[in-house]
């Protein structure tokens, strides 16, 4: 990922095509910003970065290589605000008479969900936790071209108490340590600092503190510290759509609530049910957050998953095995029972019920006008990603709005809309190309023949082609 100001840009937008330059043709280009549909389009591209497009014949020139798109529907590629792209397999291990959960980077592994993201035409991924070195080391191996993969924005070892451990997480013990992480975590490079629940108020002030000291955006997925609290605090970003503390409940709710934290995981469902939607705690809620530009990104896909009494059979179905490595196909259907260990039928019935409320939720937040992100927390796209999109089809956004924020606005929101999120000159040429109309069902965002990274076209059969292999020889 680069910067695309300066005298080279606006040098590469003053010339016309010449012989090294990239032509693709014959396209249906969407503009989900514009919300306009152009046929027979052409795009130019020089130099990893977009020289030109346009309709109906190309400018004449004696192009490197010419790519007949015809059939084919071109949208910008396709950004995940929440990929954990580094992350290892689930593990719980011992530690001195304790259990540890770990998620200790692979090298396969993530070479794979590198190739994998990318396949499904997503170009660009924040991200939001793991292995500090890991991380580092993804960005060295993209720019030199080791490894086949999306752009990324990082956040190095998340925050997070015990039992999480390993190289994906820390938990600093003083203030000292907490400005020492944050310091270890810019130095190799992190955009971002991710605080996780089960920290207090004192220690998320702590983290904005020292994220911010050291040029870091603070993001959080809480649940001790209220939303309210936390964009207060300084916070930057909002993670999952699971505001669940008992602060931005009605006063009357709250004492129960409270009570029943702990015993296992339905809070997650029952704080929709007690919530008022378009009660003063939630509206203050909103309304403090666009005031502090704090982003939200709302993961649908983790509320549905504690719907389901079989999430595996829902979530990782046999026929898209090969999409996901198999040590974190296997973590993750080992850990996946865990967060809804104990649960009835009820409950699951009553979590269904909920998802009504979740997606409300959703709605307030964008007609708020908070700064609203769309990810996966999947390993940064793959099949994860038309899922996240089909449930905010479900919340009721249109698939116009739902293409913008997979592009644009996720562009917007990360601070790169100079460098992605959209089909014009002078940004990145970071393109996908479908099969099929995604206007007429969201679902077709699946049928990537081609995408575009940086200027390097990679067809979705090469890509899926024994990735792991493919991989190891870059």
């Not at 709710?253 to 009570?259: G, P």
């Not at 939720?361 to 990810?375: Q, W, Y």
């Not at 990145?428 to 077709?444: Q, T, W």
Request: overall charge negative.
């Amino acid at each position: 990922m680069r910067s695309l100001l300066g005298l080279g840009v606006a040098l590469c937008a003053l010339t016309g095509p010449v012989i090294g330059d990239d032509l693709y043709f014959g396209f249906t280009r969407l503009d989900p910003e514009a919300q306009s549909v152009v046929a027979d389009s052409y795009v130019v591209v020089r130099d990893g970065l977009i020289l030109s497009i346009g309709q109906g014949d190309a400018p004449e020139a004696a192009y490197e290589n010419r790519h007949d798109m015809s059939g084919l529907y071109a949208l910008p590629g396709f950004i995940d605000a929440h990929g954990h792209l580094v992350a290892g397999p689930h593990t719980v291990e011992v530690e001195d008479g304790a259990p540890v959960v770990k998620m200790d980077s692979i090298d396969e592994v993530t070479r794979y969900n590198a190739r994998m993201a990318l396949a499904f035409g997503v170009t660009t991924v924040r991200n939001p936790g793991g292995s500090t070195g890991a991380a580092a080391a993804y960005d060295r191996n993209i720019a030199d071209g080791r490894w086949t993969g999306p752009d990324a924005l990082h956040a190095g070892a998340v925050i997070q108490p015990p039992p999480f451990g390993g190289s994906a997480f820390a938990y600093p013990a003083s203030e000292a340590e907490w400005d020492a992480e944050a310091a270890r975590q810019a130095a190799a490079g992190m955009t971002y600092f991710k605080l996780y629940h089960g920290l207090s108020e004192e220690e998320v002030a702590l983290g904005v503190e020292a994220a911010h000291a050291h040029g870091l955006q603070a993001i959080a997925h809480l649940d001790q510290v209220s939303w309210t609290r936390a964009a207060e605090l300084g916070i930057d970003g909002l993670l999952h759509s699971l505001p669940t503390s008992a602060d931005l409940l009605p006063e009357a709710e709250r004492d129960a609530y409270t009570a029943s934290l702990g015993r296992d995981s339905t809070p997650l469902y029952r704080w929709f049910e007690l919530a008022d939607l378009d009660g003063p705690e939630i509206t203050h809620m909103l309304a403090t957050l666009v005031e502090h530009d704090v982003s939200v990104d709302l993961t649908l896909t983790v509320n549905a998953m504690m719907t389901e009494t079989d999430p595996a059979a829902v979530f990782f179905p046999p026929e898209e095995a090969a999409y996901l490595h198999p040590q974190s196909r296997d973590g993750m259907l080992a850990m996946l029972p865990l967060s809804t260990y104990g649960w009835t039928p009820e409950d699951f019935s009553r979590a269904r019920a909920a998802m009504e409320q979740v997606y409300a939720f959703a709605r307030r937040v964008d007609a708020a006008g908070v700064t609203l992100l769309l990810g996966t927390d999947g390993n940064g796209g793959g099949p994860a990603l038309a899922r996240e999109l089909e449930f905010h089809v479900r919340a009721g956004f249109s698939n116009w709005e739902i293409l913008e924020l997979a592009t644009s606005r996720n562009a917007d929101g990360l601070g790169l809309a100079e460098q992605t999120g959209r089909i014009a000159p002078g940004l990145e040429a970071d393109l996908v190309f479908l099969a099929r109309n995604p206007l007429d069902d969201i679902g077709h965002v699946r049928s990537v023949e081609w995408v575009v990274t940086n200027g390097q076209a990679h067809s979705f059969a090469d890509l899926t082609a024994n990735p792991a292999a493919q991989n190891g020889e870059n």
